[in-house]
């Protein structure tokens, strides 16, 4: 939706938007059970059921950031504990992945978070959503949609500025070429 | 009604609806708004609120608009999936739809329960409607797999509750296999000798039962064995089980303790576990009188056929050095075997029940109650013990030196209500603690004491019981016991002061006793985390199983097939024990009857898009993927996936699909509820 | 066994009116009346209103009937209710000071003895009404320089915080002499405040008078932001709690630890030294701000283990269930008042237990128990002698 990337609406205050994808058997369980147990949090925090922590694709995460997510929260069930052995892990190397990615795309490593909650751990899931919506209401909106946009235009900007340098120069590419030293931002 | 088959080109046509689940979510969240709200999204046909959508007119209600308004897809918003999604399907599939047109909205637990401001609640069930609205167009039909149950039943605990379940299931015609780590079934109930309310004989009801466990052509009894692993899921669980040496072979032991009686230990000399210590025995010994099954064991830390201290692998070592007139008196029976070692069983069940029970909790966790310090401080366990007619002392109540106690004081609550120790009320201890006040008074004629903070006895003929035991003259005074000091007037007769505030009178009482029996309560198993893990089951945050719903599914547990039973799920009185066994065993039957369980049709498959690139072979838990040679493909065995969905997300070329939980769904869900404006 | 206590439950501006909005205060809607606190209390039994029916009075709106009786003044702030209450509810240092502090207001007739100490407390510094210029005076007869703050001007690691009865008392300067030697056997590098120096107030906050206590606290505070130190080392076990409890509402950052504690940590070290022995059977009485209040009831006892020849035994009421000196939370300057209401002093009741014991010497970790203990000696009857050390002390004797 196209609208979905639009800046937030005239005369509300900024609150952060997060997406949750929690396994359904500790996670999602946990948080019914803060809703049984009228465990009031945020509601901020926008909650996808998946079968297990294992399905998160990080592609998933990309995503909602790139949908206009502030953070992204994984939840599964602690280690050991898995309904399917060992999904968790798997989640877990995914995640070490993805931290790295996201740090080098400038992005705050906080915005991404994985926690391991029972389904007995209600107040836990109370704690870990609070925690992340102050966490994230502290950092301010992360507005990839609006940097993807930006970026583009750099991009661009940056192609025709080097395109224009090179057709000054005669053209051709840096290893060949005599003027190597400023072209070697272009290929970096 | 005509099942109605979306042809491919048809347009997609939602039925959305909204309950008010009377005013729980209604009261949060303006469901009126939401539904106006969904019916301006792209392919909303119809948008309703309801009362309560999962009674029968709300289902009706989907039924009857899928008929007139030739609905294809129905969103329903209302409580958590975990507990109506079925419902809804059911009702979505008696509307002549596949019952996978469906999805539905967690705005209860996810939202009016948890959130108070009305418009961030509204605001959140309209972003999460949106999500399932998006998504729910690319659903496609799909098939329940059914799969066949074994019809054998594993119990785990041979207590009351294991017992009783047991019985039930092997009346029935069903197969069972008791598995109990101790070497004879009964639990905490054979130890007791009276029960409440009634107080009539423990034994006298638990001793044909146990005997009826033994002698039961439908139940394999493996006393003092432990299960070691649990693969598989429900209707086909593969079990191992882990017999330990009692150096005994029980088909050949007729139980005639000749023995027992030869050992070159004359007397007995060593602490007697099923007496708590209060009483002993020699190396080779029968658990207690009643013992099932009757059949003696060697303790080899102490026999001197063996040698002393375990092997690393646990095991004892023959040392011969014994006479073995035991070999001697068992004679041609020949039931006597120091060789014997570990036996490991495999088998195979298709359901469940763990029956494990509690331990008391250990009074040493209290410093100021002295137990462990003062040798007239007991736990109840071991008073019921000296009570029973069959214990150390056969019955009679006297203390370690000797003496009948002429005043005794039981304390209520150790461990129990305290956040310092355990936080929860055992239920059990103050009736226990009134049972054993008439229990005490009866055998000495001493004045009791009952220390309480609150009497707690609900139940039926409980109320009675307490009118009873309080006419008979107790002194029951009301509050806590704050300290248990020897009597410094008094020291060398081991008397104890106990000291509490007596709250209803405002005075400090400090009263000279013989014996302070303290009420422990009831806590988990410290094993049970290791059985947790073996049977994928959930724990409160205190460490009992966790029941799959409090009121509604009390015996189920989140791991289908495995049940509950007892006071391993929390504590609680013989008689619900009792009920909870047998419904336990009603749910165990219940699905062996049927004969087949339905699966969730979550499993993954693979497109021919596959670049045989083997990543996620690996990874399958299950041992569900294989690489087919001819097409240089992986392909999914569907009957071995359990749908996790781990390989899904790590196939490079995208090219596997998990039913349910397809990207394309999952994407929409993602663009659904970061909806603008909704935060 | 006592859950750990939160330092910062509630905050400086807490008063009784607005108790129960706060979290300690919620805990306190969660009492169930069972009576443990005034069951374990050791002046239980003279309180008309013991901390059961105090918290039951406040929840029913009747707290000011509570205020009229003298009740209260009988807390000696041990925390043995606190520590035993299965609601983990917060008396001793946070519900019964406010209540104490509203007594005092409203009271016509305040113990002479008690009034006169607060009185000497903001006057001079010091409970005794000595000269603050004095503070220092012992460290003449320390036998080694006592290297003071405001001299010494560089960063130190350790500020000794030497506390009014070390500085004043002579039996408090035997310990002030014994840490030293242990300081600098240990090569500690530490510094104390001299006659700059004021008490840490514990009494005046636990007791009754949060203003006391605020303007004690601010003037140690300036110091301690004047100067560079790491550590902050007390032998009081009342200054201890203070810092530990109290002080980083008012900015304190560094860590605080008592006596016992920082010789504990470094045993190893202080281990090979201590070679003189000690043929000596010695019982340890747990102070109430060190056991109780923190959970600090290892370390006392692993010095005494550590000094060769001692052989420890117990008192029947030990670590959690220890009993009361009878010196806080004020009872230091209430024993004629407590004489004159009947009540037994409660050192005498703690060295009866000691005397039982049959051991030769009873072994504190707080200055205010050395005097007490004593004074309980002479009315107590006991066959074999015995004597009261600080464990510091004992150490020093030890050290060869
Ligand atoms: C002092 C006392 C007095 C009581 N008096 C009464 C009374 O008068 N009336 C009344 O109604 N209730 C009474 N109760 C409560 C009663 O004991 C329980 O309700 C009852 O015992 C529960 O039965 P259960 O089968 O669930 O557990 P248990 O009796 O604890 O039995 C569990 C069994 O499982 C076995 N087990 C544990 N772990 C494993 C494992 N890993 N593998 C295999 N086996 C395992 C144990 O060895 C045990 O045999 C009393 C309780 C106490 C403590
Ligand atoms: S081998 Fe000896 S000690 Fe062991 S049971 Fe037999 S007779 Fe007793
Ligand atoms: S979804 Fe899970 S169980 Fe199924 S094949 Fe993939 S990894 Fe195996
Ligand atoms: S001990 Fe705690 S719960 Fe019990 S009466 Fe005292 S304050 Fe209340
Ligand atoms: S702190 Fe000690 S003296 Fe004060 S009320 Fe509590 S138990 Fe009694
Ligand atoms: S099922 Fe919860 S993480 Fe795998």
Known sequence: MANATQSPLPNSTWKPRIVAFFCNWCTYTAADLAGVSRMKHFSNVRIIRLMCSGRVDPQFVLEALAKGADAVLIGGCHPNDCHYVEGNYKCLRRYQMLKRMIADMGIEPERLRLEWISAAEGEKLKRVVNEMVETITKLGPLGLPQKFEQWDREMEEFANHVAARDAAAGGGCAEHGTNTQPLETAHA | MKPIVPKKNEPVRIGFYICHCGTNIASVVDVEAVAKYAATLPNVAVSRTYKYMCSDPGQELIQQDIQESRLNRIVVAACSPLLHEHTFRKATEAGGLNPFYFQMVNIREHDSWVHTDRTEATRKAMALARAAIQRVPHHKPLEVKKVGINPNVLIVGGGIGGIHAALTLANAGKMVYLVEKEATIGGHMAKFDKTFPTLDCAMCVLSPKMAAIGSHPNIHLWTYSEVAKVDGYVGNFKVTVRRKPRYILEDLCTGCQECVNACVYKDAKFADEFNLGLGKRKPIFLPFPQAIPPVTMIDPEVCLNFKRGKNPDGSHTVSDKCKKTCVEACGDRKAIDFKQTQEIKEITVGTIIVATGFQIFDARRIPYYGYGVYPNVYNALEVERLINASGPTEGEVILRNGQVPKKVAIVHCVGSRDENTNRWCSRVCCLYSLKLAHLIKEHTHAEVYNFYIDMRTPGKGMEEFYNRIAEEGMHLIRGRVADVYPDPNDGATGRLVVQAEDTLTNKILKIPVDMVVLATGLEPHPEAESLRRMFNLSCSSEGWFLERHPKLAPVNTFTDGIFLAGCCQGPKDIPDTVAQAGAAAAEAFALIDKGHVEQEPNTAYILDDCCGCKSCIPLCPYTAISFAEDTKKAIINETLCKGCGTCVASCPSGSIVQNLFEDVEIYSEIDGVLAEGLF | ?400
């Open chain 3, 1 to 400: 066994m006592v859950a750990l206590l939160e330092p910062a439950v509630v905050d400086k501006a807490t008063t009784l009116e607005t108790l129960l909005e706060t979290p300690a205060g919620k805990r306190m809607m969660t009492c169930i009346q069972c009576g443990t606190c005034a069951g374990t209390c050791p002046y239980g039994e003279h309180m008309e209103f013991a901390p059961r029916l105090v918290i039951n009075m406040l929840r029913g709106g009747f707290i000011d009937e509570v205020i009229k009786s003298d009740s209260l003044l009988r807390c000696v702030a041990c925390y043995a209710c606190l520590a035993k209450c299965p609601r983990g509810i917060r008396l001793t240092d946070v519900l019964l000071p406010l209540v104490k502090e509203q007594v005092l207001v409203t009271r016509t007739e305040i113990p002479a003895e008690f009034q006169k100490s607060l009185e000497n407390m903001h006057r001079y510094g010091n409970p005794m009404g000595e000269s603050p210029r004095k503070r220092a005076a012992w460290t003449a007869t320390a036998g080694t320089k006592i290297p003071i703050l405001a001299e010494v001007k560089r960063t130190v690691d350790v500020l000794w915080f030497v506390e009014c009865y070390p500085s004043f008392y002579a039996r408090g300067q035997d310990n002030c002499r014994a840490v030293a030697k242990l300081f600098q056997a240990l090569g500690v590098d530490f510094a104390i405040l001299g006659n700059e120096e004021k008490c840490a107030g514990e009494c005046g906050q636990v007791t009754w008078e949060s203003g006391l206590f605020e303007s004690l606290a601010e003037d140690n505070m300036k110091l301690f932001k004047k100067y560079q130190f790491r550590r902050i080392v007390t032998a009081d076990a009342h200054a201890y709690n203070a810092f530990h409890f109290r002080y980083p509402m008012f900015g304190l950052t560094q860590p605080a630890e008592h006596t016992t504690q920082f010789f504990a940590r470094h045993l190893d070290q202080l281990k090979p030294r201590l070679t003189r022995p000690v043929n000596r059977t010695v019982t340890y009485h747990d102070p109430c701000c060190l056991g109780r209040a923190t959970g600090s009831y290892d370390e006392g006892r692993a010095l005494l283990q550590a000094i060769p020849g001692v052989k420890l035994v117990e008192m029947v009421h030990n670590r959690v269930n220890s009993i009361c000196c009878g010196g806080g939370g004020g009872g230091m300057w209430l024993d004629t008042y407590y004489k004159q209401k009947g009540m037994e002093r409660l050192s005498e009741r703690r060295v009866r237990e000691a005397v039982a014991t049959g051991a030769d010497v009873l072994a504190v970790s707080c200055p205010y128990e050395i005097s007490r203990f004593e004074d309980a000696l002479k009315t107590v009857p006991h066959d074999k002698p015995m004597v009261v050390r600080d464990v510091v002390e004992l150490l020093a004797e030890s050290l060869a």
